[in-house]
């Protein structure tokens, strides 16, 4: 199954759930914002798009880095969430790396966990691709499995592609 939306596809794999969202802005406008000079800008700022991916079921309410699902994961899950940042972010240095990431196991720590929970680890990306800036966080289930749940997690970052804007 291909999900798309916002210029972002995700070749789903089998018995994953995936979901690509963008949170609503908010009704009141901030003064001029300086991506466009000139316009209001959203009180939340830009938003960006979202993308979960897990290989369980993933709950209706989430945080952009997975919070609502990571903590339901048991040993043998991984979750991925990779969002989008503002136009702002193409060229800073923390985006130099290109392409979609591929994680080693030796990357994967309890100590990259946004919040910790025993037994589990995370890692996370600062990247580009096709000219948009995004944040791949990846969590496996479990540290002792982390060497065969990480290729989990690189196989379904091989299925997803984003599009360069305009």
Not at 147 to 153: G, H, T
């Amino acid at each position: 199954m291909i999900l798309a939306g916002f210029g972002i596809s995700v070749t789903v794999p089998r018995g994953w759930d995936a979901r690509i969202n963008r949170r609503p802005e908010a009704a009141v406008a901030s003064p001029y914002g300086e991506a466009s000079p000139g316009t209001p800008v959203p009180q939340s700022g830009w938003t960006t798009p979202v993308v979960h991916l897990a290989n369980f079921a993933l709950p209706e309410q989430r945080g952009d880095y997975g919070s609502g699902a990571v903590n339901l994961m048991k040993g043998s899950n991984v979750f991925i969430a990779l969002v989008e940042f503002g136009p702002e972010s193409v060229g800073a240095a923390m985006f130099r790396g290109t392409g979609m990431p591929r994680f080693r196991a030796n990357e994967i720590s309890a100590q990259a966990m946004q919040r910790p929970i025993a037994g589990m680890g995370g890692a996370q990306r600062f990247f580009t691709a096709s000219g948009r800036p995004f944040c791949c966080y990846a969590v496996v289930g479990s540290l002792a499995a982390k060497s065969v749940l990480v290729s989990s997690i690189n196989e379904a970052l091989v299925g997803i592609s984003a599009d360069p804007l305009g």
